[in-house]
């Protein structure tokens, strides 16, 4: 019952940066939250009775791994049914465009209009990262997770970890060094 | 101005906290119901649910011996071999072997006992 409790506990905390990590990933919001569906199912029904500082980087490899499969999915896809012309995935002609939004109304016409650029600008930076510099800055500077953590989440060296995680820095700087403090 | 990696760090998971955060309802309610159905647990299956491979089973299997049962008689005719006996054809390809072999049978079959 308190592995439960402590695990729904994790899950809470880490849906949304979780959320928005796939969604950088995968570049649409339903395809990110089947991902990190997926990815709090297979934790929960495999490692739920590892030690709970193992759950991130578990939890965080399982989603990196949903993601690179919805990646390989859609390339197939677009290989074998692609239109010309025809809509992105993940584009609906009868979604409304400003559902996308988050919720503002509470902030200053003026102040909204500077947090959407800030964002607006940090994504489109991330976006434009290599993919495993993308992770490694998502994963260090946000999640909060140390190198070794971040490197099991990646499946790959301490080392590489390090060298992504500077040249993603170094990329954002301009980006992130006019963004107000 | 340039800035240290803590202030860029601080910078950037600050902008993405704002918009983790800023979510709207339908999408906050579909994490919320990610996670009860992780913690539920998957479904249980149905007894019968192994069953379910029988059908196409049964198609598969009928659909391969159908095939090989028809393909067996109509299948279009062997060319007629060139060689059809092996030694005739080691014999095309090495003459000498064969006259060497011929002699060593002759010498067995007459049992050594001319020398």
Known sequence: MERTKAIEAFLAEV??????????????????????QEAMMKLVSRYAARPPPEWAPLFYRILENRITDGLRRRNVRGRFFAW????????????????RFPDREALQPEAQLLAREAVDRVQDALAKLPRRQQQAVLLRAWEGLDVAATAAAMNCSEGSVKTHYFRALQSLK???????? | MTIDERELTARLSRVLDDEATARPDAVAERLRRARRAALAGPPPRAAWS????????????????????????????QPPA??????????????????????YEWLEADGFHGG
Do not use: H
Not at chain 2, 66 to 77: I, K, R, S, T
């Open chain 1, 15 to 36: 849906e949304r940066r979780a959320l928005k990590i796939a969604e950088l990933g995968l570049g649409n919001t339903d395809d990110a939250l089947d991902a990190v």
């Open chain 2, 50 to 77: 192994g069953l379910r491979f029988v059908p196409a089973a049964v198609c598969a299997t009928a659909i391969a011996g159908f095939v090989l049962f028809a393909e067996l008689p109509q299948g279009p005719a």
């Open chain 1, 84 to 99: 010309p012309g025809g809509a992105r995935d993940g584009e609906d002609d009868d979604e409304d465009p400003l559902a």
């Open chain 1, 174 to 181: 301009a980006v992130l060094e006019d963004l107000p403090p």
């Open chain 2, 82 to 103: 060139l060689f059809e006996d092996e030694l005739l054809s080691a014999a095309a390809a090495a003459p000498e072997l064969i006259a060497d072999l011929e002699f």
